[in-house]
């Protein structure tokens, strides 16, 4: 996996560009290959760019233009979020553990609310292909005003100073936002752990590890959540009562479990202050070269 810096990048703008070019290419790639199902399409797509969005923000104090970037990627991928929560209901209903007719009914309610056609479907594709086009056309010419730590060190230690805070904010509030903002920073996490993994791999790929995890966690408690909403819009005509309150049981204890995992990986992925942290894998960096 090409995604990360390395030490034979000639500078951090030339390994900046170099990143950020094969990730375009690699969205390319997908949206153009016809063997490619369309859920597929969107999830590569979808997930590109949040790994973008991670590699500017990491850089975002020394790159002027990073702001207007990560804002003109999150609007192309939010095109294609009702494509992608269509599919993850399906995906997220074949986990719970309910009797296969129930499981069955549920589908079927589900498969009859309204989705875009396949014609929208592909002007979708489209548009987002034309977005990611112009953007990769952009990051041909982004260019740091720092290099090496200079231009590493501010962004990340800022990056995890808003996955603590985020942390701490889903941990001691109720508003589920505060969770799905806790879910984006810990997204940033992952990815700049992984961008800077060359740091001390050893101990790096195991960091990356955990942060994937806290991820999958918290993209579970994500999904179950919009199932959860799906249920409870499908007109009562259409779905058993008795098959809905099982459902609904399960998604909730499924939710909590999710969750609690999250916090506790959380937790330890967050122990250090954002000036350790980021003074550590300095120090792991340039003790390489």
Same mark, same amino acid.
């Given at each position: 996996?090409?995604?990360?810096?390395?030490?034979?990048?000639? #500078?951090t703008?030339?390994?900046?560009?170099?990143i =950020?070019a /094969?990730?375009?290419?690699?969205?390319g790639s997908?949206?153009a290959?016809?063997?490619?199902?369309?859920?597929?399409?969107?999830h590569?797509?979808?997930?590109? %760019?949040k790994?973008?969005?991670?590699?500017?923000?990491?850089?975002?104090?020394?790159?002027?233009?990073?702001?207007? /970037?990560i *804002?003109?990627?999150?609007?192309?991928?939010?095109?294609?979020?009702?494509?992608?929560?269509?599919?993850a209901?399906?995906?997220?209903? *074949?986990? &719970?553990?309910?009797?296969?007719?129930?499981? *069955?009914?549920?589908?079927?309610?589900l498969n009859k609310?309204?989705? *875009?056609g396949?014609?929208?479907?592909?002007?979708?594709?489209?548009?987002f292909?034309?977005?990611?086009? =112009?953007?990769a056309g952009?990051?041909?010419?982004? %260019? &740091?005003?720092?290099?090496? +730590? !200079?231009?590493?060190?501010?962004?990340?230690?800022? #990056?995890h100073?808003?996955f603590?805070?985020?942390?701490? #904010?889903a941990?001691?509030?109720?508003?589920?936002?505060?969770?799905h903002?806790?879910?984006?920073?810990?997204?940033? !996490? +992952?990815?700049q752990?992984?961008?800077?993994?060359?740091?001390?791999?050893?101990v790096?790929?195991?960091?990356?590890?955990?942060?994937?995890?806290?991820?999958?966690d918290?993209?579970d +408690?994500r999904?179950?959540?919009l199932?959860k909403?799906?249920?409870?819009d499908?007109?009562?005509?259409?779905? =058993?009562? #008795?098959?809905?309150?099982?459902?609904?049981?399960?998604? @909730?204890?499924?939710?909590r479990?999710?969750?609690?995992r999250?916090?506790? %990986?959380?937790?330890r992925?967050?122990?250090?202050?954002?000036?350790?942290?980021?003074?550590?894998?300095?120090a792991?960096?340039? @003790?390489?070269?």
């Open positions: 996996m090409a995604y990360r810096f390395k030490s034979g990048d000639g #500078s703008s030339e390994a900046l560009r170099r =950020a /094969e990730e375009f290419a690699a969205i997908a949206l290959d016809k063997s490619v199902p369309l859920h597929r399409k969107v590569e797509g979808r997930k590109a %760019t790994r973008l969005r991670a590699l500017l923000r990491l850089v975002a104090p020394v790159l002027p233009d990073a702001r207007d /970037e *804002a003109a990627l999150r609007d192309a991928a939010a095109q294609l979020s009702a494509l992608r929560d269509k599919s209901l399906a995906e997220t209903l *074949a986990r &719970l553990d309910l009797p296969e007719d129930v499981s *069955a009914n549920l589908g079927a309610a609310r309204r989705s *875009a396949a014609a929208a479907q592909k002007r979708l594709l489209a548009s292909g034309g977005e990611m086009g =112009a953007a952009r990051a041909q010419s982004w %260019t &740091l005003t720092q290099t090496g +730590w !200079h231009a590493l060190a501010p962004g990340l230690q800022r #990056s100073r808003r603590r805070k985020s942390f701490e #904010s941990r001691r509030g109720q508003d589920e936002d505060l969770v903002e806790f879910r984006k920073r810990a997204k940033d !996490h +992952w990815y752990t992984l961008l800077l993994r060359g740091a001390f791999p050893e790096m790929y195991g960091y990356a590890a955990a942060a994937e995890r806290l991820c999958d918290l993209g +408690w999904d179950l959540g199932l909403a799906a249920l409870m499908v007109p009562a005509h259409r779905l =058993a009562k #008795s098959d809905a309150v099982a459902a609904l049981a399960l998604i @909730s204890n499924a939710r479990r999710a969750l609690r999250a916090f506790l %990986t959380a937790r992925l967050t122990g250090e202050t954002p000036g350790a942290y980021t003074a550590r894998l300095a792991w960096s340039k @003790s390489r070269s």
